[in-house]
């Protein structure tokens, strides 16, 4: 009896993955957006019957998964080098934008009240500043009391998109933070606690007083956190809303990025959030399932289209209409079947 | 008494005749063959890991285990920290959840009323159901603030300054560090060690347990010398039950720790652990180097475990010996 | 003097009492706390929907349909697994070769394995399911979940069966019946409560794993019941909703948590009640 239950179960075993494809479409890769195409796989499949199952694994993660082609598309918060594409055969493309803002718990300080620049912050995250009222964060933020208090550094634990933006940033504004760390999903802190996930970094400034962190803006919003405001390119503090993330990214020239390669840090213009990033897809560019490159990009141009609005409801940021037009023109331009011919062309 | 402690298998001549004897080579195979595909699939794992880390360990060589730099810019890495977390944690649960749950089994098995003992033991046992992420966010929003608040905070307050207990218990007052950590993974492996040792206990015949009380034993004497001496190879399982369940704990450890990549310096600071490491990168890690160093922590934990699993067989073979 | 050490005696065996009393209590004082979170967090989304509706996008009204139906297929095909496996293995460590060289080397290797963390457990069934057949699958998330089980299984099967009394060994031979049939009969059957406790502890350690699910059956979004295509679970939805910034998404994360306690503690309490029923150990 046991060993037939074992053999079936053995039998059963060696089928698994035989009859993987097929059907419905399944990607994977960075956490950050996989709200929102949880919503517009949601609304799609309500009307055209075709299931996009997105998750979350990571944005190594999901250049790992494409690069092993177990899943149609991969997606990542920080996009590839043009020559690293060129390696794997893959394209990118940008599908939202959100912004990175920095938290604080200080008694007496309401959201936006405190006004740092790009510098001073990664001097914050450095450890060279470690008192609030360092006459440094004083001469820019003046009316606002300052308490004697000493600066406790929070940071991602886990690698993340959101920890590439905020130290791609830093490396950006401040020379000692580019030469000592740098900037990459995780890095070598030089001070403070990590939390994991932005739950993760918002409980630990809630808990401690005289705290500093960085979120995802959604969360940010959600939570109705005490954000503190950035100098951007133009010496202005704009706010961390939906509008001051889009014209950060209407300054950005996508027609001078190789391979769609484009950070949207620091961006020139008065409302610009300095700290701002879009969310990329990657696919082949030579399909070897002609069909199911093409419900790949029929979805997510289905979501160019239609999907501005649950973006926003979200606290996404939809991508400029210049950008999407060039990206259906890189979809017919460069996604091919084995036969050569565009395997989907938007109309 | 002692002599008790283990009974002996005997050897059991099959005879021809017996109904179905012919099903026992095919029946005694089977069980070899499963206890091999274990062996298997633990052989697969550490093949795994050994040629997916093997780049680093390569390229870092020695400096791999002293060093505690963990950079993944400038691709430079280290596992002396997360080690030192690994073993710090694991340590300091077995040694807070192991009276406990000795505790547990003894009142459950020799004092409490018959009709209380099974709910009591289903509700311990039901520690263990509460998945592990739960555990991470109890202890995040529950646990560390009134640590933080109860604990770290009147200790700093009322310590004398350059005593010695003030660097042990140095740490920012958010609750967050190696000893809360403990805390965790002590109630998480606490289910697993006081059922098993339970089970144990029952298995001790009564008639032995009763002649012990007829001379005229106390309770804890009976436990003392009886019992205990009576399942001590179990209790060998049971810990390594317990600390197997606490050295490869992830998701609770990481939420709590605090994540910081040194040697913790006191018992409430931050620090990392293997597993939390590989779980807090892994899924993110873009680069070659920095995925074979994840890999190679992967290695480095089942090394640690075997290591402590050989020392704590070691010293139960001394123990018998004696 | 004689009553002194008496006196002593009895002082010491009334702190011990006193001493597992408190042990017990501090146990259930944990499970307490942490159940009232649970409970706080997680009942007041525990409604019908969640059985009858799937995972939503945040904003739109949504259970755990798919989810709980995953995790249920899941883990039933591990333990279906595991239980053959490790029963099998835990009986030759404790009948057969457990005293052989090569039954140390078993013994001692399956503590290793059972240590291993799970993520790194879901990475080898990863190269060894997912990687080779492209693509994701419930069976892959099932075989992962078993190689977890299976070592806990093995080692409480040989603690549990060691401490069988040889007598019953003996009348299995006197009886005349072939050494499987004793152990199938005699040892397993006496053994039952113990072996039950060695279930349902793997049980409870895999139902709510989420790591080695991440890399092997990955998710699912929408209801599926195919088990070689991407699946949802329990714990994956709990652990991509716990840490989401909506509202709505905490909300089930937390009832999810909920369901999965109550279900190790029904499959408990279920669990005891048929061995009590069949069993007439004291």
């Given at each position: 009896m046991l060993t037939?239950?074992?053999?079936?179960?053995?039998?059963?075993?060696?089928?698994?993955?035989?009859?993987?494809?097929?059907?419905?479409?399944?990607?994977?890769?960075?956490?950050?957006?996989?709200?929102?195409?949880?919503?517009?796989?949601?609304?799609?499949?309500?009307?055209?019957?075709?299931?996009?199952?997105?998750?979350?694994?990571?944005?190594?993660?999901?250049?790992?998964q494409i690069k092993a082609k177990t899943v149609a598309f991969g997606a990542s918060d920080k996009p590839l080098k043009v020559e690293d594409l060129d390696a794997a055969g893959l394209m990118q493309f940008p599908m939202v934008m959100g912004g990175v803002v920095p938290v604080v718990n200080l008694?007496?300080?309401?959201p936006g009240q405190l006004h740092l620049p790009g510098a001073l912050l990664a001097d914050i995250y450095l450890g060279a500043v470690t008192k609030w009222n360092d006459p440094r964060i004083a001469a820019v933020n003046k009316g606002v009391k300052l308490p004697n208090l000493p600066i406790t550094v929070v940071h991602r634990s886990d690698g993340s998109g959101t920890s590439f933006l905020f130290t791609s940033y830093l490396s950006m504004k401040n020379p000692a933070w580019q030469s000592k760390v740098g900037a990459s999903d995780s890095v070598e802190w030089p001070v403070g606690l990590g939390g994991k996930g932005n739950d993760g970094v918002s409980a630990f400034v809630k808990q401690t007083i005289g705290s500093i962190g960085y979120v995802e803006y959604a969360y940010a919003k959600q939570n109705k956190a005490t954000y503190a405001l950035v100098q951007n390119k133009d010496g202005q503090y704009p706010a961390p809303v939906a509008a001051d993330f889009a014209a950060a990214a209407s300054h950005a020239d996508w027609t001078k990025a190789p391979g769609n390669y484009l950070l949207l840090l620091d961006q020139p213009g008065a409302k610009s959030w300095p700290i701002t990033g879009a969310t990329f897809i990657l696919v082949y560019k030579k399909q070897d399932n002609a069909a199911q490159g093409a419900d790949v990009l029929k979805f997510f141009d289905w979501a160019y289209k239609n999907g501005d609005a649950a973006a926003g409801a979200l606290d996404y940021v939809p991508m400029p209409a210049a950008v999407k037009t060039m990206m259906r023109k890189q979809w017919a331009a460069q996604v091919k079947g084995s036969d050569g011919k565009p395997v989907y062309v938007s109309k | 008494?002692?002599?008790?402690?283990r009974p002996t298998a005997v050897s059991m001549t099959t005879r021809p005749a017996s109904k179905g004897a012919w099903f026992d080579p095919i029946f005694q195979f089977a069980?070899?063959?499963?206890?091999?595909?274990?062996?298997?699939?633990?052989g697969g794992i550490v093949v795994s890991l050994a040629i997916g880390g093997w780049p680093a360990l390569h390229k870092f060589g020695f400096s791999f285990f002293t060093s505690t730099t963990w950079n993944p810019v400038t691709?430079?890495?280290?596992?002396?920290?997360?080690?030192?977390?690994?073993?710090?944690?694991?340590?300091?649960?077995?040694?807070?959840?192991?009276?406990?749950?000795?505790?547990?089994?003894?009142?459950?098995?020799?004092?409490?009323?018959?009709?209380?003992?099974q709910p009591i033991a289903i509700a311990v046992e039901l520690l263990a159901g509460i998945p592990s992420i739960v555990y991470g966010m109890w202890g995040l929003f529950v646990l560390a603030p009134w640590f933080a608040l109860h604990v770290q905070l009147p200790l700093m307050m009322n310590i004398p300054s350059g005593s010695i207990w003030e660097k042990v218990f140095y740490g920012v007052p958010n609750g967050a560090n190696i000893f809360t950590a403990s805390l965790i993974l002590s109630i998480m492996i606490l289910p697993y060690m006081a059922a098993v040792f339970r089970e144990l206990f029952l298995t001790v015949p009564t008639q032995v347990r009763e002649s012990a009380y007829g001379i005229g034993c106390t309770p804890f004497e009976v436990v003392r010398s009886v019992t205990v001496p009576y399942v001590r190879s179990g209790m060998v399982g049971v810990v390594m039950l317990g600390l197997g369940r606490a050295l490869g704990e992830t998701m609770a450890v990481t939420f709590i720790i605090g994540n910081a990549h040194g040697l913790p310096q006191s018992l409430f600071d931050s620090g990392s652990t293997l597993a939390s490491t590989i779980a807090n990168e892994f899924t993110e890690a873009t680069g070659e180097m920095h995925t074979a160093a994840l890999t190679a922590l992967g290695l480095v934990l089942f090394v640690i475990t075997f290591s402590v699993l050989a020392i704590a067989r070691a010293l139960l073979l001394r123990q018998r010996n004696d | 003097m004689l009553f002194d050490r008496r006196a002593r005696r009895r002082a010491a065996n009334a702190v011990f009492v006193a001493l597992c009393g408190l042990a017990t209590l501090l146990a259930l004082a944990a499970l307490g706390l942490i159940m009232v979170s649970l409970l706080k967090q997680g009942f007041g989304g525990?409604?019908?929907?969640?059985?009858?509706?799937?995972?939503?996008?945040?904003?739109?009204?949504?259970?755990?349909?798919?989810?709980?139906?995953?995790?249920?297929?899941?883990?039933?095909?591990?333990?279906?697994?595991?239980?053959?496996?490790?029963?099998?293995?835990?009986?030759?460590?404790?009948?057969?070769?457990?005293?052989?060289?090569?039954?140390?080397?078993?013994?001692?290797?399956?503590?290793?394995?059972?240590?291993?963390?799970?993520i790194l457990v879901g990475l080898f069934v990863y190269e060894l399911i997912v990687r080779p057949f492209h693509g994701f699958s419930g069976l892959a998330g099932g075989v992962a979940l078993a190689l977890i089980?299976?070592?806990?299984?093995?080692?409480?099967?040989?603690?549990?069966?060691?401490?069988?009394?040889?007598?019953?060994?003996?009348?299995?031979?006197?009886?005349?019946?072939?050494?499987?049939?004793?152990i199938r009969k005699i040892i397993w059957r006496g053994a039952g409560g113990g072996l039950l406790t060695g279930g349902l502890l793997a049980f409870a350690r895999i139902s709510g794993e989420t790591a080695p699910l991440l890399f092997?059956?990955?998710?699912?979004?929408?209801?599926?019941?195919?088990?070689?295509?991407?699946?949802?679970?329990?714990?994956?939805?709990?652990?991509?909703?716990?840490?989401?910034?909506?509202?709505?998404?905490?909300?089930?994360?937390?009832?999810?948590?909920l369901l999965i306690a109550l279900t190790v503690l029904s499959i408990n309490i279920i669990g005891r009640v048929i061995v009590a029923r069949g069993n007439t150990r004291p």
């Open positions: 037939k239950i074992s053999a079936t179960a053995l039998g059963a075993a060696l089928l698994a993955g035989t009859a993987a494809h097929a059907g419905d479409i399944s990607g994977a890769g960075a956490t950050f957006p996989a709200p929102v195409y949880a919503k517009w796989a949601e609304t799609y499949k309500a009307q055209t019957g075709v299931g996009l199952n997105y998750q979350a694994i990571g944005s190594g993660g999901g250049i790992k008694p007496g300080v309401m | 008494m002692s002599d008790l402690s069980c070899l063959a499963a206890a091999t595909l274990l062996l298997a699939a633990l691709e430079v890495y280290g596992a002396a920290g997360p080690i030192a977390g690994t073993l710090i944690t694991s340590a300091l649960a077995l040694i807070l959840a192991l009276p406990v749950a000795l505790g547990i089994s003894v009142f459950l098995v020799e004092f409490c009323p018959k009709r209380l003992a | 525990l409604n019908l929907t969640i059985f009858t509706k799937d995972t939503p996008a945040p904003g739109s009204l949504g259970g755990l349909r798919n989810a709980i139906v995953g995790s249920a297929a899941m883990c039933a095909t591990a333990m279906v697994l595991a239980v053959i496996v490790g029963m099998l293995a835990g009986t030759w460590l404790a009948e057969y070769g457990g005293d052989t060289p090569y039954g140390h080397v078993v013994r001692f290797l399956n503590d290793v394995l059972l240590s291993a963390p799970s089980a299976a070592p806990v299984v093995t080692r409480t099967t040989e603690d549990i069966l060691r401490l069988q009394p040889n007598a019953l060994r003996e009348a299995g031979v006197a009886l005349g019946a072939a050494r499987w049939v004793t092997t059956a990955l998710n699912n979004q929408f209801f599926a019941l195919d088990m070689t295509k991407p699946m949802a679970s329990l714990p994956a939805v709990i652990f991509q909703y716990a840490l989401s910034a909506y509202d709505d998404w905490r909300a089930l994360a937390w009832a999810g948590a």
